[in-house]
Nanobody, 115 residues
Framework: QVQLVESGGGLVQAGGSLTLSCAASGIIFRINSMAWYRQAPGKQRELVAA???????AYADSVKGRFTISMANAGKTVYLQMSSLKPEDTAVYYC?????????WGQGTLVNVSE
């Protein structure tokens, strides 16, 4: 079983920056991809950014140019560097890791961007 521990969320003013991290541990076979999703109050969970084991990345249009996803620790840690934050980025951010063909969710970390 894969355990995911997220950190880095918090309160930040608009225009500021935050970096989220997610560390995977436990019984890991082969991580194929890691991603960040977010869910704002009253909205559906949406994909923010993803990275494959080959370092290919993808971003939601709303965060392109502002957010950067990266991987470290032999693919067991994923980061999301967020800059130029906007109030509409306020959400609970979830880490999602695919180990072989099984997906695992983190517990979520709140990012709150004030005006």
């Amino acid at each position: 079983q894969v355990q995911l521990v997220e950190s880095g969320g918090g309160l930040v003013q608009a225009g500021g920056s935050l970096t989220l991290s997610c560390a995977a541990s436990g019984i890991i076979f082969r991580i194929n991809s890691m991603a960040w999703y977010r869910q704002a109050p009253g909205k559906q969970r949406e994909l923010v950014a993803a990275i494959t084991s080959g370092a290919s990345t993808a971003y939601a249009d709303s965060v392109k140019g502002r957010f950067t996803i990266s991987m470290a620790n032999a693919g067991k840690t994923v980061y999301l560097q967020m800059s130029s934050l906007k109030p509409e980025d306020t959400a609970v951010y979830y880490c999602y890791v695919v180990d072989l063909r099984t997906g695992h969710w983190g517990q979520g970390t709140l990012v709150n961007v004030s005006e």
